[in-house]
């Protein structure tokens, strides 16, 4: 078995290309750059790695510009305690499309996505929009083929499977249709289902007091997510540990017949 700390020590050059054969080719093509070397057409590197040599981790970040505000893609990847891949952070940004700024507050200060504070205007467009809960942008619809393509580089590992946090709900879900389960927290998952059944005491909660808290939201994952982020839940969000075997699609589901 390889380990990330092992690539970080290979020379820059051959660490560099270990690394960006993850991104997928749609990537590439999508804004023009070179599949290899990540450069635009005037030859400006727009891939930035952050490899510390006492790690076994990886950051990734991809602008489509030079000047652009955000990564297209960012990914952060670590090894899990016992030596699987760990994706920490995975981050698909359509930096084409319009940027709502739900990661600042009104003093212009991070609010972690919601952890630490929330921009409740900022959500709230973004809500209308079609985003979910922690989008400050439209998503490029690439998570497929580069879930595939971070299982590739897995298996070139030697790594068993894939493990991940889903940080909101609605990340738990579309992990689901990725062929993810759970390690800790399907049952917390289905008990969220159940609790948002016509009648239940989640669906009850749904009484219009917020914006986040519209009567239907029950009937998509996304309006259920953004009321869990908004606090509906008797207990604090905590984010479900999932894994995906290497070669394996588990074919979980816990809101059966729930659109996004």
């Known amino acids: 078995m390889i380990s990330l700390r092992q690539i970080n020590a290979l020379p820059v050059p051959e660490r560099d290309r270990c690394y960006l054969s993850i991104i997928p080719p749609s990537f590439s093509e999508r804004f023009g750059l070179d599949p290899l070397t990540f450069t635009d057409p005037q030859g400006r590197r727009l891939a930035s790695l952050e490899t510390p040599p006492d790690e076994a981790s990886v950051r990734i970040s991809i602008t489509h510009r030079a000047d652009a505000l955000d990564p297209a893609l960012f990914l952060k ?29 009104d003093e212009g200060k991070v609010t972690e996505l919601g952890a630490r504070s929330r921009n409740l205007r900022a959500e709230e467009s973004a809500m209308r929009a079609g985003l979910t809960p922690g989008q400050i942008r439209p998503g490029l619809r ?15 590992l030697g790594k068993s499977a894939l493990i991940l946090e889903a940080f909101y709900y609605h990340n738990a879900l579309v992990y689901e249709r990725q062929g993810f389960g759970y390690l800790a927290g399907r ?22 007091s917020t914006p986040f808290r519209a009567p239907g939201a029950w009937g998509s994952i996304r309006g259920r997510s953004w009321a869990i982020h908004d606090g509906l839940l008797p207990q604090r969000w905590w984010p479900p540990v999932m894994v995906r075997p290497i070669g394996e699609r588990l074919g979980i589901c816990t809101a059966p017949g729930v659109p996004f």
Not at 197 to 208: K, M
């Open 77 to 105: 990847l670590d090894e899990s305690r016992y030596g699987n891949l760990q994706i920490t952070f995975i981050i698909l940004n359509d930096p084409e499309g319009p940027r709502f700024d739900v990661d600042l507050d």
């Open 142 to 156: 690439m998570l497929r083929p580069t879930l595939d393509r971070i299982e590739a580089f897995a298996a070139r």
């Open 187 to 208: 049952d917390r998952m289905e008990a969220i289902h159940r609790g948002f059944q016509p009648g239940a005491s989640l669906a009850g909660r749904l009484d219009g």
